[in-house]
Antibody
Framework: QVQLVQSGAEVKKPGASVKVSCKAS????????MHWVRQAPGQRLEWMGW????????KYSQKFQGRVTITRDTSASTAYMELSSLISEDTAVYYCARWDRGCVDWGQGTLVTVSS | EIVLTQSPGTLSLSPGERATLSCRASQSVNSNYLVWYQQKPGQAPRLLIYGTSSRATGIPDRFSGSGSGTDFTLTISRLEPEDFAVYYCQQYGSSPLTFGGGTKVEIK
């Protein structure tokens, strides 16, 4: 069965960076785009960007352009999302999601807390 | 950016009742690119509907979607206890992909 297993919770100071991993299993990793979506406490879902694992091409939301980098390691079937210059408003649960006409499978979420 | 506005914000209904959720877009959305998710507290969202009206794998037929252009609807024909949750629409016809603010379906 499809599984997306994300790395554990992180606590970061303002200005730092965080890198979240998402290990995929149960499907051919290169065949499906991987999206990253975040959800701040009590807020709506927010799309950050996606990667084509086959060729590494990425597309980011303008809101995060310059601060977010999505990469993948096809040999490890793992996608990564790195967010830099963190501010308190970046405190959120970050999800990876396999795309197939929608986010059809989701990771369990990674809580990133930004606090001084 | 396409803004999706969901209404109502909260829907208070009893099990067995019909739920009608609205998602209105600030500009026209290709109906192939409108999806709905369900999210329960502490869980990741679950894909319910893609392409406006097609049910995702394993989704019961009490869930249905419709609409076109700027107005889309998710209908739950008879609410089951496990259907009380927050529902989000999302469009991906235009970048950035955007989500609505959600409709919470709560037990009356």
């Amino acid at each position: 069965q499809v599984q997306l297993v994300q790395s554990g919770a992180e606590v970061k100071k303002p200005g730092a960076s965080v890198k979240v991993s998402c290990k995929a299993s149960g499907f051919r990793f290169s065949n499906y785009a991987m999206h990253w979506v975040r959800q701040a406490p009590g807020q709506r879902l927010e799309w950050m960007g996606w990667i084509n694992p086959d060729n590494g091409n990425t597309k980011y939301s303008q809101k995060f352009q310059g601060r977010v980098t999505i990469t993948r390691d096809t040999s490890a079937s793992t996608a990564y999302m790195e967010l830099s210059s963190l501010i308190s408003e970046d405190t959120a649960v970050y999800y990876c999601a396999r795309w197939d006409r929608g986010c059809v499978d989701w990771g369990q979420g990674t809580l990133v807390t930004v606090s001084s | 950016e396409i803004v999706l506005t969901q209404s109502p914000g909260t829907l208070s209904l009893s099990p067995g009742e019909r739920a009608t959720l609205s998602c209105r877009a600030s500009q026209s959305v290709n109906s192939n690119y409108l999806v709905w998710y369900q999210q329960k507290p502490g869980q990741a969202p679950r894909l319910l509907i893609y392409g406006t009206s097609s049910r995702a794998t394993g989704i019961p037929d009490r869930f249905s979607g419709s609409g076109s252009g700027t107005d889309f609807t998710l209908t739950i024909s008879r609410l089951e206890p496990e259907d009380f949750a927050v529902y989000y629409c999302q469009q991906y016809g235009s970048s950035p992909l955007t989500f609505g603010g959600g409709t919470k379906v709560e037990i009356k």
